[in-house]
């Protein structure tokens, strides 16, 4: 870590936060400490990347020091700590994320030098703004040429059914690897492809480049669908229903093999205007997945307004599902949520067999995560399929 970067640790038991300034000492960590939360004023400074914060401090408790940050438009990364109510602990995690902060996670006291590491794995130096530009090292000539010479690529990551451990689909995410630069993560340029107009491209080349392969494994013998993540700027296309229909018609593919992924945050801030065209796609035959479910701030109603088949309960809940009762409950509400609405549930970020036990238990009907198997080009994924054991549906499409 760069030495003028330092952490805070504000708590208000001067034993307890001594020993949090020894751990973080030993992980090559330097941090300053506050035992007094109304000194919060005078000892943050922009200095300090990030704080651990106890929640419960008399004089000022951690929910009006985290106020105090976002009045004062602080961004620092935040790791809360507190030895009561672990459901607290989770609604400060909450109000922060509302806030924008970035939130490493929770410790529930008294917690290990391996826990604390644990979630400090999480931690990213934050990019000054040369660095966030020299990062940002791509045109909007640059995303253009690779539309037209076709260097986006898609991975397919399986999805496996727990009733009998059979592929059932496959979700599709989109890979740039530059001639010149290597590999660009999509967090980088699918922002800037929505600002600069480029998006609708790269969406159609997703959906095309899918479709295109489902058809050449429904030839090959397997069948199973695929899920196509798009932007909420082309789910407003009003011909998007007819686009798509027309691949699926040109490779031989049943509408009913292609699911249309939607975030929740994105449909649920303005449900009605994508109401026509989720509607329609409906109506021809695709399936629509409510994706990262539980990280907005979902309207029931509008859950039952929109015709929706699949619900994928996001990894945020699924990755600490076996170690948070609050994830597990979560988890369960939703997929009982969701049968009850006829949905299917599928489980993200599935990355051990304990969590997979768990979400079987709980009633998921499907998963997928790096347990599994990670995203992999079509040929990769061919070979996997044949050594994997994960069997699919046979027959023609």
Known sequence: MDKAMRFLIIDDEPDFAEFVGDALDALGYEADICTDATDIGSVYSSKHALILLDLFMPGLDGIEVLRFLHDNNSHVSLIFMSGKDASVLYSAKELATEWKFPVLGTLQKPFSIGELDAVLSHFKPPQTD????????????????????????LAYQPQIRLSDHSVCGVEALIRWVRP???????????????????????????ARTAIEQLGRWNRDGHRFTVSINLSPASIADLDLPEKLTALTRHNGVDTSDVIVEVTETAVMSDAGRYMDILTRLRMKGFGLAIDDF???YSSLQQLVRLPFTELKIDQTFISHICEDSECETIAT??????????????????????SMDLIKAIGCDELQG????????????????????????????
């Not at 966030?132 to 986006?152: M, P, S, V």
């Not at 347990?371 to 023609?396: I, K, N, V």
Request: charged share 20%; aromatic share 8%; proline share 5%.
């Open 180 to 206: 010149d630069k290597g590999f660009t993560s999509p967090g980088d340029f699918i922002p800037f492809a929505e600002q600069h107009g480029l998006i609708d491209g790269i969406n159609y080349l997703v």
């Open 370 to 397: 790096f347990h599994c198997a990670r995203p992999m080009p079509p040929d990769q994924l061919q070979t996997w399929l044949a050594e994997s054991g994960f069997g699919t549906r046979h027959g023609s499409a």
């Open 294 to 296: 539980g990280t907005g």
């Open 130 to 153: 040369s660095a966030r530009a020299a990062a940002q090292d791509f045109t909007a000539e640059d995303i253009d040429t690779a539309i037209r010479e076709e260097q986006f690529t």
């Open 333 to 354: 509400m939703a997929t009982e949520l969701a049968h009850r609405l006829g949905l299917t549930v599928v489980a993200e970020g599935v990355e051990d067999q304990a």
